[in-house]
C-alpha cells in the first residue's frame, strides 16, 4: 500500500514568530553585527553608524569641556539604537532560521553503513563509517536501520520513515526503478530491504546543503535587493547632500545648526527604516519557505516565485495520484484474452515500474497466470521517453508493450480499426491504453487507470485568479490528457510530451518575456526542472530531479506550488510595502524637524510645526526616538510578511497605497506627537 504524504492542501503552520532564547541570542548576535566591515554591505545603516560614532564623540568632548552634553548625547543614544535594532531585525531573522536547522541536524545522525562487496550478492558486505563512503558505493539498509547517505535505490523495496527530513510521521514506499528511487541520508528503513548506490559524498548530502541553505551561510542577495540596496545607497547620498546645503543656507541669515541637529535631520530623512528590515525580510521569505517544508536554493528563486505566469504539472504523480493500476485487457478479434494477458505478461517481465508490476498482479488475479521467472537467455527492452515502449526478447518471440501510435509505429503496421477504437474509449474514460505485440503481431490493449487528486480543480482556480496560466505535461496520448485536462481544471495540456517538447515549451514561453515554473519528480523532468525559473523537484523523486530543480518540496505535494507562489508575491509585496511606508515617513519628519532647525533664524517657519511640539529640542529628539522604534515595530511585520490575497495588479496597489503609504505619512505625525507628549510628562522637553 502506497503510504505517501497526503495531497491535501497543507495546513499553514503557525509557531511562535520568536522565542525568549531566540530573542536573548538575536540581542548578542545584534550587537557583533555593529562590525562596520559587515555593516557597510548595508549602506543606510552603515552610514547611519558613521554618523553615531562622530556625534557620540562630539557630545564626550563636550562633557569632558563642562560645555552642555546631555541633549547630544541623547541624540548619540538613540542614533546608536537605530543602528542596533537594524542589525537585531537581522539577528531574529537568522535565528529563525538557525532555530529550524538545529532540527534538522538532529536528523543527521553518525551510523555504520553495510558497504556490499559484491553487488550481486547481500551477503557479503562489511561496516564502513557513513563519513567513508564515496559517491558510487552500493550499501545494504534493512529494516531498522538508517539510510548513510544519499543515494538512489537500486534493489528491492522498502518502506522508508522520513520524519526527520520531512516532518511527515507516515512512512512512504522506495523501490528501485521509476520515480521513488531516491532516498535521503538520516531516513529509517522501516521494513524490508534495500541496495542503495550512493550519490553523496560525506559534507555534500541534502540534509547538509538544507542546513548550509536554512542558516543562511549559502543565502546570496538577489537581483531585487540589489537593484534596491543601489537606489537607498542613492537617496542617502542625495540627503547627505541636502543636509550639507543647510550649513550654507543658515549660515546666511544667522547661527548655522550644529553638527548633532544635522546628524539627526540626515538619519531620519534617509531610509533607515527599509533599510534595517530589507535584509530581515529576505531571510524571512526563505523561513517561511522551510516551514511550508519546501527548500529554495537560493532567494533569486523565491522572488521568481511571485512573478511566476506560467505553470507547468506533470499528469502522473502530480495532478493524479500517479502509479497507474491494469484494469482491464482488451483483446482484438481473433484473439482471446488469456493469450493477450500472457503477451502482456511476458512483455512486463523486466518492467520494474509499478505499472509493468501491476500489469502482472492483474493478469495473476484475473486469470491465474504465475509471474514466472526471467527465461534464461531473454533480453530486456527497457522503456525510453523516445521510444515509449518496453518489452522482453525470448528465443521463440518477442514482446512489445507501448503506446499504440508508438508501437504500430515501430513494427511498421497500421493500427486496425479494432484496436483504434477500443484505446479511443479508453482515453474517453481517461484512463491510459497500452498496445500489446507478439512477433510484430498486435494483441490488443491494456486498460491502465489513473485518478486525478482531490481538491485539484479548485486549487488550479486559485492559480488562475493570481493571473497564473496551468498546462499539464503528459506522455499520453491527445484524448486521455483532454479527459484528465478537463476533469482537473487545467488551463492547457500538452500529450504525448517527450523531455525535448517540455524543455521547448519552456524555452518558447521564456522568449515571449513569461517566467515559467515546473513541478516534476522523474529523470526526464530534469531538463525542463533545470530550465524553468522555478524548478520545484519532489522529495521522493529521482536524485536527477531534485539536483536539477532550485526548490525542493519535502512533503512531495506538487500542488504546494500555490504556496510557493504566494510565498513569493507576498515577499516582493512585503518588500515594496515597507519601502513605501518608509519613504512616506519623511514627511512628517519634515513638519518635526526643519522648523525646529530653522526658526530661529526664519520665525515664519513655526506655522510648520503642525504637531505643536514643545521646543526645537523635544522636536528634534522625538523624531529620532520615533526614526529608532518603528524599525522595531515593523520587525514581526518584515517576519510574518504583508497577507497576500489573490487580485489584480491594479487592486493590490491601490491597496497598498493606500495602507502603507498613507498610513507611512500618516503614522509619524501620531507616533512624534505622542513621543514629545511623553518627554514633556518626565520633564524632558
Do not use: C
Amino acid at each position: 500500500m502506497d503510504t505517501s504524504p497526503s495531497f491535501a492542501p497543507p495546513a499553514t503552520r503557525k509557531p511562535a514568530l520568536v522565542t525568549g532564547p531566540m530573542l536573548r541570542r538575536a540581542a548578542l548576535d545584534a550587537v557583533g553585527k555593529l562590525n562596520p566591515r559587515r555593516l557597510v554591505r548595508n549602506p543606510v545603516i552603515f552610514v547611519t553608524e558613521v554618523v553615531s560614532v562622530l556625534v557620540s564623540l562630539l557630545a564626550l568632548r563636550a562633557a569632558t569641556l563642562g560645555q552642555p552634553w546631555s541633549f547630544q548625547a541623547a541624540i548619540a543614544l538613540w542614533l546608536w539604537l537605530t543602528v542596533l535594532f537594524a542589525t537585531f531585525a537581522e539577528a531574529v531573522a537568522e535565528g529563525r532560521g538557525r532555530a529550524q536547522a538545529e532540527s534538522l541536524r538532529r536528523a543527521r545522525t553518525e551510523t555504520q553503513a553495510k558497504l556490499l562487496l559484491r553487488a550481486d550478492d547481500r551477503s557479503l558486505w562489511q561496516p564502513r563509517a557513513a563519513t567513508e563512503l564515496r559517491a558510487g558505493d552500493l550499501v545494504l539498509v534493512e529494516a531498522g536501520d538508517l539510510i548513510p547517505s544519499d543515494g538512489e535505490v537500486v534493489q528491492g523495496i522498502a518502506s522508508v520513515n522520513e520524519a526527520a527530513v520531512t516532518g511527515e510521521s507516515a512512512p512512504v514506499i522506495r523501490e528501485s526503478g521509476g520515480d521513488r528511487s531516491a532516498v535521503t541520508g538520516g531516513t529509517l528503513v522501516v521494513s524490508d530491504w534495500l541496495v542503495v548506490r550512493i550519490t553523496a559524498a560525506a559534507g555534500h548530502t541534502f540534509l547538509d546543503r538544507m542546513i548550509a541553505l536554512v542558516e543562511g551561510a549559502a543565502r546570496q542577495k538577489t537581483p531585487n535587493e540589489i537593484a534596491l540596496d543601489i537606489l537607498l545607497a542613492g537617496m542617502t547620498i542625495i540627503f547627505l547632500i541636502a543636509v550639507a546645503t543647510l550649513v550654507g543656507l543658515a549660515s546666511w541669515n544667522g547661527e548655522p545648526p550644529s553638527v548633532p541637529v544635522l546628524a539627526a535631520l540626515l538619519v531620519t530623512l534617509i531610509p533607515t527604516t527599509i533599510g534595517g528590515l530589507l535584509s530581515a525580510i529576505g531571510i524571512a521569505g526563505m523561513d517561511r519557505l522551510v516551514r511550508f517544508n519546501v527548500l529554495a536554493t537560493s532567494g533569486r528563486a523565491v522572488e521568481a516565485a511571485g512573478d511566476v505566469d506560467v505553470l507547468l504539472l506533470d499528469k502522473t504523480g502530480t495532478i493524479t495520484l500517479g502509479n497507474r493500476q491494469a484494469a482491464g485487457f482488451i483483446p482484438l478479434p481473433g484473439v482471446s484474452e488469456r493469450e493477450l494477458a500472457e503477451a502482456a505478461v511476458l512483455a512486463s517481465l523486466g518492467d520494474e515500474t509499478p505499472e509493468g508490476r501491476s500489469i502482472l498482479a492483474f493478469a495473476r488475479d484475473r486469470h491465474g497466470i504465475a509471474t514466472p521467472a526471467l527465461p534464461e537467455g531473454a533480453r530486456v527492452v527497457p522503456f525510453t521517453a523516445q521510444t515509449r515502449i518496453s518489452g522482453l526478447d525470448l528465443p521463440d518471440g518477442a514482446f512489445r508493450k507501448g503506446a499504440v501510435d508508438s508501437l504500430a509505429r515501430a513494427l511498421g503496421l497500421e493500427a486496425p480499426a479494432a484496436l483504434r477504437e477500443a484505446t479511443d474509449r479508453i482515453a474517453r474514460q481517461g484512463a491510459t491504453p497500452l498496445a500489446v505485440a507478439r512477433d510484430g503481431r498486435l494483441l490488443g490493449a491494456i486498460e491502465l487507470k489513473d485518478i486525478v487528486k482531490g481538491g485539484m480543480r479548485a486549487r488550479f482556480e486559485a492559480l488562475r485568479r493570481m493571473g497564473i496560466r496551468t498546462v499539464m505535461v503528459t506522455g499520453d496520448n491527445r484524448l486521455t490528457a483532454a479527459a484528465i485536462a478537463a476533469e482537473a481544471g487545467v488551463d492547457d495540456f500538452i500529450a504525448e510530451a517527450t523531455p525535448e517538447d517540455k524543455l521547448g515549451y519552456i524555452r518558447r514561453a521564456q522568449a515571449e518575456g513569461r517566467l515559467v515554473a515546473m513541478a516534476g519528480d522523474g529523470t526526464n523532468d530534469a531538463p525542463a526542472l533545470a530550465q524553468a525559473d522555478v524548478g520545484l523537484a519532489m522529495q521522493t523523486g529521482t536524485q536527477a530531479a531534485r539536483e536539477a530543480g532550485n526548490m525542493v518540496d519535502l512533503d512531495s505535494d506538487p500542488t504546494k506550488l500555490i504556496e510557493v507562489v504566494e510565498i513569493g508575491k507576498q515577499l516582493l509585496i512585503t518588500r515594496g510595502a515597507l519601502t513605501t511606508f518608509s519613504i512616506a515617513n519623511d514627511v512628517a519628519k519634515y513638519f518635526a524637524i526643519l522648523p525646529a532647525i530653522f526658526v530661529a533664524s526664519y520665525p515664519e517657519l513655526g506655522a510648520l510645526n503642525v504637531m505643536r511640539l514643545a521646543s526645537p529640542e523635544s522636536a528634534i529628539l522625538s523624531a529620532v526616538i520615533f526614526n529608532a522604534l518603528v524599525i522595531v515595530a515593523l520587525v514581526p511585520l518584515a517576519l510574518r510578511g504583508v497577507g497576500y490575497a489573490p487580485m489584480g495588479a491594479a487592486a493590490l496597489l491601490r491597496r497598498n497605497l493606500l495602507v502603507y503609504g498613507l498610513g507611512g505619512i500618516v503614522a509619524p505625525f501620531l507616533g512624534i506627537k505622542a513621543i514629545d507628549l511623553l518627554l514633556q510628562l518626565l520633564g524632558l522637553a
